[in-house]
C-alpha cells in the first residue's frame, strides 16, 4: 500500500539538540498527524495540523502543514532522553472513513 | 476513562491455521480502525468498523475479516494464515466524523510459523 516518504530512516542527536523531520507524499491529504511510538507499544499522537500553512506547537515540539498539502515537517526543541521512539507521520484525507496513511517512521536516538 | 485495550499482547501460529484478535475500544467511541505493521514498517490500513459494519477495505485479501459488536469493541479474524502475516496489529478508536483522532492500543504481537 502507499506509504508516506519519511528519511533518513535512523537520527543519533546529543541531548539539549534540536531536531527536524520531514514527511513528504505524492498525492494531498486534508489532514497531517505525528505520532510516537516506544517499544512494545502503539503509536500516540503528538500534534495534528488541520489546514495548509498551519504551524502548531505541543510543548518542545512543532509542527508545520506544507502549504502544497503534500508534506509536514516536525521539530523537536532541546532534546531529552525520553524524545528517544519511533516517528511516524500521517496523512488523512476527509473521506468516508478517514483511514491515516503512515510514513515508515524514523528511528530518534538521543545521547545523554 | 478507558483507553483502547488489545488481547492477546502476543500469539503463536503455524501457517495455514486461523486467527482471533480482540480489541476494546476507548469509552465513548464508536469506530475502529484496525491496522497491520510489518517489522520497520509503518501501519497500514486494513479496515474500519461503523456501527457494526465494514467502512472502508485497504489493500488486504478478504480472508482478513473482521467484526463489531454493539459496545463498539471489535474483532480481527485472518483465516489460512501465510508466513507475511507475522505482524504487530493495531486497532484504533475514534468517534465518527471529520478530523477526530484515532487513538491506537498497544497492539497484538503475531508470529507465523
Given at each position: 500500500?502507499?506509504?508516506?516518504?519519511?528519511?533518513?530512516?535512523?537520527?543519533?542527536?546529543?541531548?539539549?539538540?534540536?531536531?527536524?523531520?520531514?514527511?513528504?507524499?505524492?498525492?494531498?491529504?486534508?489532514?497531517?498527524l505525528w505520532y510516537k511510538?516506544?517499544?512494545?507499544?502503539g503509536p500516540v499522537l503528538l500534534i495534528a495540523?488541520?489546514?495548509?500553512?498551519?504551524?502548531?506547537?505541543n510543548?518542545?515540539?512543532?509542527?508545520?502543514?506544507?502549504?502544497?498539502?503534500?508534506?509536514?515537517?516536525?521539530?523537536?526543541?532541546?532534546?531529552?532522553?525520553?524524545?528517544?521512539?519511533?516517528?511516524f507521520?500521517a496523512?488523512?484525507?476527509?473521506?468516508?472513513?478517514?483511514?491515516l496513511?503512515?510514513?515508515?517512521?524514523?528511528?530518534?536516538?538521543?545521547?545523554? | 476513562?478507558?483507553?483502547?485495550?488489545?488481547?492477546?499482547?502476543?500469539?503463536?501460529?503455524?501457517?495455514?491455521?486461523?486467527?482471533?484478535?480482540?480489541?476494546?475500544?476507548?469509552?465513548?467511541?464508536?469506530?475502529?480502525?484496525?491496522?497491520?505493521?510489518?517489522?520497520?514498517?509503518?501501519?497500514?490500513?486494513?479496515?474500519?468498523?461503523?456501527?457494526?459494519?465494514?467502512?472502508?477495505?485497504?489493500?488486504?485479501?478478504?480472508?482478513?475479516?473482521?467484526?463489531?459488536?454493539?459496545?463498539?469493541?471489535?474483532?480481527?479474524?485472518?483465516?489460512?494464515?501465510?508466513?507475511?502475516?507475522?505482524?504487530?496489529?493495531?486497532?484504533a478508536?475514534s468517534?465518527?466524523?471529520?478530523?477526530?483522532t484515532q487513538y491506537f492500543?498497544?497492539?497484538?504481537?503475531?508470529?507465523?510459523?
Amino acid at each position: 500500500g502507499q506509504q508516506l516518504n519519511q528519511s533518513p530512516q535512523s537520527m543519533f542527536i546529543q541531548e539539549g539538540e534540536d531536531v527536524s523531520m520531514n514527511c513528504t507524499s505524492s498525492s494531498i491529504f486534508n489532514t497531517w498527524l505525528w505520532y510516537k511510538q516506544d517499544p512494545g507499544e502503539g503509536p500516540v499522537l503528538l500534534i495534528a495540523l488541520y489546514k495548509a500553512g498551519e504551524l502548531t506547537s505541543n510543548g518542545r515540539l512543532t509542527a508545520q502543514f506544507g502549504i502544497t498539502r503534500k508534506d509536514s515537517f516536525l521539530n523537536i526543541s532541546a532534546s531529552i532522553p525520553s524524545d528517544v521512539g519511533i516517528y511516524f507521520c500521517a496523512g488523512q484525507l476527509t473521506g468516508a472513513n478517514s483511514k491515516l496513511t503512515f510514513g515508515k517512521g524514523i528511528t530518534l536516538s538521543v545521547r545523554p | 476513562e478507558t483507553g483502547v485495550t488489545q488481547s492477546p499482547t502476543h500469539l503463536i501460529k503455524t501457517r495455514g491455521q486461523q486467527v482471533t484478535l480482540r480489541c476494546s475500544s476507548q469509552s465513548g467511541h464508536n469506530t475502529v480502525s484496525w491496522y497491520q505493521q510489518a517489522l520497520g514498517q509503518g501501519p497500514q490500513f486494513i479496515f474500519q468498523y461503523y456501527r457494526e459494519e465494514e467502512n472502508g477495505r485497504g489493500n488486504f485479501p478478504p480472508r482478513f475479516s473482521g467484526l463489531q459488536f454493539p459496545n463498539y469493541s471489535s474483532e480481527l479474524n485472518v483465516n489460512a494464515l501465510e508466513l507475511d502475516d507475522s505482524a504487530l496489529y493495531l486497532c484504533a478508536s475514534s468517534l465518527a466524523g471529520v478530523g477526530k483522532t484515532q487513538y491506537f492500543g498497544p497492539g497484538t504481537r503475531l508470529l507465523v510459523l
